[in-house]
């Protein structure tokens, strides 16, 4: 079965640290792509990233970072240089067969100033 | 501005009635998707659509019915049946579903709370 697992429940953090959040995920499939979402208090979930299974390649945005590890079947996001407004909750999904989302359960990150 | 929309922002329900979740998106996409959340837990998948005239059973149907008899609307309704139904209820969409992998969109959520 699909499943995500995001063992940090909740992180705080000062602002200026790095903080990474780690997925870990299980398939069977050997096509598949994960994807992470911001959960800002308003509620609405913001998409971040998408990477496929295929593509093992880091990816940098801004002060975003993803590190995506097939052997260990993680992808974790880092936050460069925290900032306040990168307080939220961060999910991290995995695509169900391609016909829906597998989310993680969450993690709530808190930047202090 | 294209978008998903969902109404009302905030509902109360009384114990036994049904209430119907109103999602509606502008951005042409085929599959819509709606999930619940419960406080300090992740989303769960109630029901999804691929198509018009098609939807499927996700994790948590019981309780739930949706219709989707037009491409942009896939309203939710939560029955009597669901017997605790408090929760916040987000809708999405993504270009197109079946195997294609789309990054789906999220509309702002919908608060249901049973007095």
């Known amino acids: 079965a699909q499943k995500v697992t995001q063992a940090q429940t909740e992180i705080s953090v000062v602002e200026k640290e790095d903080v990474t959040l780690d997925c870990v995920y299980e398939?069977?499939?050997?096509?598949?792509?994960l994807f992470w979402y911001k959960q800002p208090p308003s509620g609405e979930l913001v998409f971040l990233i998408r990477?496929?299974?295929?593509?093992?390649q880091n990816e940098i945005s801004g002060r975003y970072s993803w590190n995506f590890q097939k052997s260990t079947s993680s992808f974790n996001f880092t936050i460069t240089a925290s900032q306040v407004v990168d307080s939220a909750v961060y999910f991290c999904a995995l695509d169900n067969y391609g016909q829906n989302f597998v989310f993680g359960p969450g993690t709530r990150l808190s930047v202090l100033p | 501005d294209g978008g998903i929309t969902q109404s009302p922002k905030y509902l109360f329900r009384k114990e036994g009635q049904n209430v119907t979740l109103s999602c509606e998106q502008n951005?042409?996409?085929?599959?819509m998707y709606w999930y619940r959340q419960d406080p300090g837990q992740g989303l769960r998948l109630i029901y999804y659509?691929?198509?018009?005239?098609?939807?499927q059973k996700g994790d948590i149907a019981e309780g739930y019915s949706v219709s989707r008899e037009k491409k942009e609307s896939f309203p939710l309704t939560v029955t009597s049946a669901q017997k605790n139904p408090t929760a916040f209820y987000l809708c999405a969409s993504s270009k197109s579903g079946g195997y294609s992998y789309n990054e789906q969109f999220f509309g702002p959520g919908t608060r249901l709370t049973v007095l």
């Open positions: 659509s691929q198509i018009v005239n098609d939807f």
């Open positions: 398939t069977r499939d050997t096509t598949y792509y």
């Open positions: 990477r496929n299974s295929f593509d093992e």
């Open positions: 951005l042409n996409h085929d599959a």
